[in-house]
């Protein structure tokens, strides 16, 4: 198997970070001119940067949640994976945290959350709740690393450079890789993956109370909504594991270690959580359209009939039943089938994240009517910057870091029966997979 990435690493690399750089200098923009530049008027308090949080936010529960149930259900198949399900919630709580500063307006008003806080204020239940949860999974993400990393610097040696020998070294914190070490090392990851599934629920919770206890607009206040976040979180966040693992796979060389097995398994959790969707979301639906309130009445009536009726029909349709109908049929139950509906989960539900956002903070409670809500390249151009960094970050850092989980892959071959040393054999070839240097030009 080659061992370096494909030729076309650069070149996306070199196409995100110019989408990412776009998204920076419209932010630039704005905070000379105002978020007027960005849509934002009278009549639409909160629009687009919301739902990038929301939307950024709520994939990384996917990415941790999946790898914390399968370590702790000793499902085998998740080995080649966990390392990139663990690594993409790490980055999209990094950048969906740092999604909400468009919205805020000026960066410096940030800090008052720190140095004046309103304790009575439903976003600092929310920022403790993601600071809490991004330190989490920062430390399930790197706890599980710190062997592989310690292999990676024995097996690269020199070819390796200076830099990622050194920060290997510092980073594995002198593993030694003793029976001890080890014992504490799973009981330590076994206790996180246990933490991480209640501190993840308690994100998205509270998210979706914000929304509750903010406002009296309607759809907002809604008593599902809390359950109907989480779901949604891992509806998408599933999908975005599958398109995150597809592509590394592809720039990685990966194909011998993560099979279409491993895809048709996430598409049956993908399947399971998107019938739950839509189950909720016909019980969101149903009791607000039954009682009938005008201002309910209203919002339902444009996302289902009116003006919004056409994109909330496509998130149905690709969001939902095209992806069922996918994983139904074992014709088209294969990798690129998979990854298309990962795709169109993962766009449709954004467009979800912005109906449930944008037309209720348009009404006017006043008039009972909807006031328009407009995107313009500010917004547009933040929004992609936003969604380019995910894959952009996990591209830069599995150039430092192993990945795949080369100690767990070890550990379920050896519990499988696999043949004596084959296990350390196969770890040092991945390992070895992951780490090589680009090369200057196609092998």
């Not at 509806?235 to 597809?246: D, E, N, P, Q, R």
């Not at 993560?258 to 993908?270: A, D, G, K, N």
């Not at 049929?329 to 990962?342: K, N």
């Not at 040393?421 to 196609?442: L, R, Y």
Request: charged share 10%.
């Amino acid at each position: 198997m080659t061992q370096e990435p494909r030729a076309g690493y650069w070149l996306l690399v070199g196409i995100l970070t110019a989408v990412v750089a776009l998204g920076l200098f419209a932010w630039i923009i704005q905070l000379r001119d105002g978020k007027v530049v960005g849509g934002y008027t009278k009549d639409s308090f909160w629009g687009v940067y919301i739902a990038n949080f929301i939307t950024i936010i709520g994939v990384s529960y996917g990415g941790a949640v999946v790898s914390a149930i399968l370590r702790l259900t000793g499902a085998g198949w998740r080995a080649p994976l966990t390392r990139i399900a663990e690594a993409t919630a790490v980055v999209t709580v990094f950048v969906g945290a740092l999604c909400i500063i468009p919205s805020v307006g000026q960066p410096a008003r940030m800090l008052e959350f720190f140095y004046r806080p309103n304790l009575s204020s439903p976003l600092i239940w929310d920022s403790l709740a993601i600071l809490t949860y991004g330190f989490a999974t920062l430390v399930f993400f790197y706890l599980p690393l710190i062997p592989d990393l310690v292999e990676a610097r024995k097996t690269m040696g020199a070819k390796a450079g200076r830099l990622r020998r050194l920060l290997w070294e510092k980073l594995s914190w002198g593993w030694q890789g003793g029976k001890a070490q080890r014992h504490l090392l799973h009981r330590s990851v076994g206790l996180l993956a246990i933490m991480i599934i209640p501190l993840a629920v308690s994100v998205h919770s509270v998210l979706a109370w914000a929304f509750a206890v903010s406002s009296t607009r309607p759809w907002w206040s809604e008593s599902l909504w809390a359950p109907y976040f989480v779901v949604a979180a891992l509806y998408s966040g599933v999908a975005l594991v599958i398109l995150s693992v597809a592509m590394l796979r592809r720039m990685f060389h990966l194909e011998p270690f993560i099979t279409e097995r491993h895809f048709v398994r996430l598409s049956y959790i993908l399947a399971t959580l998107g019938a739950l969707y839509l189950y909720l979301t016909v019980a969101d639906f149903l009791p607000g359209a039954y009682h009938g309130q005008p201002a309910t009445l209203a919002v339902f009536r444009a996302l289902l009939v009116g003006s919004y009726a056409p994109w909330f029909w496509l998130v149905v349709v690709m969001g939902l039943a095209l992806p069922l109908l996918i994983v139904a049929m074992p014709r088209t139950r294969h990798t690129g089938w998979i990854v298309f509906a990962a795709a169109c989960i993962n766009v449709t539900f954004w467009i979800k994240r912005v109906l449930m956002v944008v037309v209720p903070a348009t009404y006017n409670t006043i008039t009972g009517t909807l006031a328009p809500y407009h995107f313009t390249w500010v917004s547009v151009s933040i929004t992609l910057g936003a969604m380019a960094a995910i894959p952009l970050l996990l591209l830069i850092l599995f150039r430092f870091v192993p990945i795949l989980s080369v100690t767990e892959i070890e550990e379920v071959e050896e519990k499988a029966g696999a043949v004596a040393g084959g296990g350390e054999a196969v770890g040092k070839s991945i390992t070895a997979a992951a780490q090589a240097p680009v090369p200057a030009k196609a092998s």
